[in-house]
Every structure is written in C-alpha cells, then in structure tokens.
Nanobody, 123 residues
Framework: QVQLVESGGGLVQPGGSLRLSCAAS????????MGWYRQAPGKQRELVAT???????NYAEPVKGRFTISRDNAKNTLYLQMNSLKPEDTAVYYC?????????????????WGQGTQVTVSS
C-alpha cells in the first residue's frame, strides 16, 4: 500500500510564508504527476499547482508568482512554497499523486490523496 502524508500547515499572517510537504511511502515503483489542491469552507476542491515527473509545472491563476511547487524524486516528496499569503488562501490543502506501486503480485497504478493540512491566513 501507499500513503501520502502532508505537513507544514498552520496559522500565518497576511503577507507571510509557509512551506507544505507531502511524503509518499510504501511499495512505490514510480510517481508520475503530483499536485496540490485546496478546499475552502463551502467551496469545491480546486487545483493549486501540479508538476510532472520531468519537472514541468502548472499553476492556478490566483497563486501564480506567489507559490512554487517542487519535488524531490529521490525522497518521493512534494513541496509547496507559499509566499505573500492572502486571507483567500485559507483552505485545507491536499496532496495528490499518480503512483505505480507493487501490490505484491503485480504492478498497479492508482491516484492517491493525502489527508489534508489546514492553512489559515489571518491577522
């Protein structure tokens, strides 16, 4: 089995910074696309940023220029550096990954979600 565990959320003042991490563990063979999503109270989950295994990145318009997604393939870890945070960035942030893993009998591909980490931007 595979797990995604996020960390790094918390309370920060407007204009501040946070760095989220997402560590994947288990019988992982390959991690393909990875991404961060967020869900604010009363709203649908939305894309924040994604990255491919080759390092290509994509950002949602509201976070362009403020957030940076990166990954350490050797550590199976995804990061999100968030700068110039705004109150509207307040949400639960979720890690997502397409993972090829060993089931014990054969290789299987599955899309995994982490449990989420709360980010609150408030003075």
């Amino acid at each position: 089995q595979v797990q995604l565990v996020e960390s790094g959320g918390g309370l920060v003042q407007p204009g501040g910074s946070l760095r989220l991490s997402c560590a994947a563990s288990g019988s992982i063979l390959t991690i393909n696309d990875m991404g961060w999503y967020r869900q604010a109270p009363g709203k649908q989950r939305e894309l924040v940023a994604t990255t491919t295994s080759g390092g290509s990145t994509n950002y949602a318009e509201p976070v362009k220029g403020r957030f940076t997604i990166s990954r350490d393939n050797a550590k199976n870890t995804l990061y999100l550096q968030m700068n110039s945070l705004k109150p509207e960035d307040t949400a639960v942030y979720y890690c997502n990954a397409d993972i090829l893993y060993w089931s014990g009998i054969y290789a299987r591909k599955y899309n995994y979600w982490g449990q989420g980490t709360q980010v609150t931007v408030s003075s």
